[in-house]
């Protein structure tokens, strides 16, 4: 098994595999090897003799094993994608013999999205054996930041850890988000840029002001009169500002304010904590704010408050009424 990074470099060196499964909860991978190997083995004048792209509700198993074994027409391989294979036919031992002895002719391509194929069968044995194979999990929370500057980097971009932070806290995980963001930053500044909130704010939509990493910041602080501004605005554009989001960004930084209490070396806090150096002031002020024994009755509410966002306990009370609720309880233990 083989990491996103490498499947990408070794096509883009024109190293190609007979057969990629593509398999995992993270589409945003599955997508960008899909991608690489389409951009590098077809082009406008060989795409429609040389690729095929089939859906896994509509696959034949023995009609693709006829395809595979066919010859380009014009280019030297030919390009096979099924998509959402997930959704193919259960027999799949015919398929499993051809991934024993693939056509050198043919890359044939199996994404298998949301879920991963089930490593017992004969179908991934005979694929992990010939081919490659990417199992596509989503980052956790600590990767997101680290992942957006690699990425901007790829760009050309240098990115601030302020606008890092305020990516991360605005966006999450969601990398096809962040990359699209990423994409317009270069377009419209182009590359060498220094990027930091103020570009975020002009160019991607997102308030430098009025965000969770922002909110975050002033709960830490224990400042009130922050808080409760920048949850009414948030409040009242929820679209942009989820619920559930704002939650998970809370128990994080809860999560690490309680961490920092635990450190018996505060040297090492933005190592353990996964966050840049240069932030490690706001959650030492933070943590003389909130006790380790505060801190967990802060956990304990957002836990609360998950739930009522999601109807159990909430009677006729919005997201915007749940977060100034949710808000002033942080603020009173």
């Known amino acids: 098994m083989q990491t996103y990074d490498t499947i990408i470099k070794t096509i883009q060196q024109r190293k190609f595999s007979p057969v990629y499964l593509l398999m995992g909860e993270e589409p945003f991978f599955i997508d960008g090897v899909e991608q690489a190997l389409e951009t590098q083995l077809v082009d406008e004048g060989t795409k429609a003799f040389d690729y095929t792209l089939v859906y896994g509700k509509e696959a034949k198993i023995q009609e693709l094993l006829e395809v595979a074994k066919r010859y380009p027409m014009l280019g030297e391989k030919q390009l096979l994608v099924v998509r959402e294979a997930q959704y193919m036919d259960k027999n799949l031992d015919a398929l499993a013999a051809y991934a024993q002895n693939p056509q050198p002719q043919t890359v044939l391509v199996i994404c298998w999205k949301h879920k991963s194929l089930d490593k017992r069968s004969k179908l991934y044995k005979a694929i992990h054996k010939s081919g490659v194979v990417l199992e596509a999990k989503p980052l956790y929370d600590n990767q997101v930041p680290g992942w957006i500057a690699s990425a901007a ?29 990423l994409k317009k930053l270069q377009l419209v500044l182009g590359s060498g840029t220094r990027i930091g909130v103020e ?25 009130a009169a922050l808080v409760m501004q920048i949850a009414n ?5 929820s679209k942009k500002h989820p619920l559930v989001l704002t939650l998970s960004t809370l128990h994080r930084y809860f999560m690490k304010i309680i961490s920092y209490h ?11 904590l996964g966050v840049n150096p240069y932030f490690i002031r706001e959650y030492e002020l933070a943590a003389r704010n909130f006790s380790m024994k505060q ?19 909430a009677v006729n009370k919005d997201s915007k009424a749940l977060l100034q609720e949710l808000l002033l309880k942080i603020l009173s233990v």
């Not at 240098?158 to 969601?174: F, R």
């Not at 570009?199 to 224990?222: C, M, P, T």
């Not at 635990?262 to 353990?272: R, S, T, W």
Request: zero cysteines.
């Open 153 to 181: 980097k790829h760009h050309g971009l240098d990115v601030s850890p302020e606008a890092i932070q305020l990516l991360t806290s605005s966006v999450g995980a969601d990398l096809q988000t962040l990359e699209n963001a």
């Open 233 to 237: 605005h948030m409040g009242d554009h």
């Open 262 to 272: 635990a450190l018996p070396n505060k040297g090492q806090a933005a190592k353990v």
């Open 295 to 313: 801190s967990a009755q802060v956990l304990e509410e957002i836990y609360v408050y998950d739930l009522k966002s999601k109807g159990l306990g």
């Open 199 to 223: 570009a975020i704010e002009a160019h991607v939509g997102i308030s430098k002001d009025y965000n969770n990493f922002e909110l975050q910041k002033a709960v830490g602080e224990r400042n």
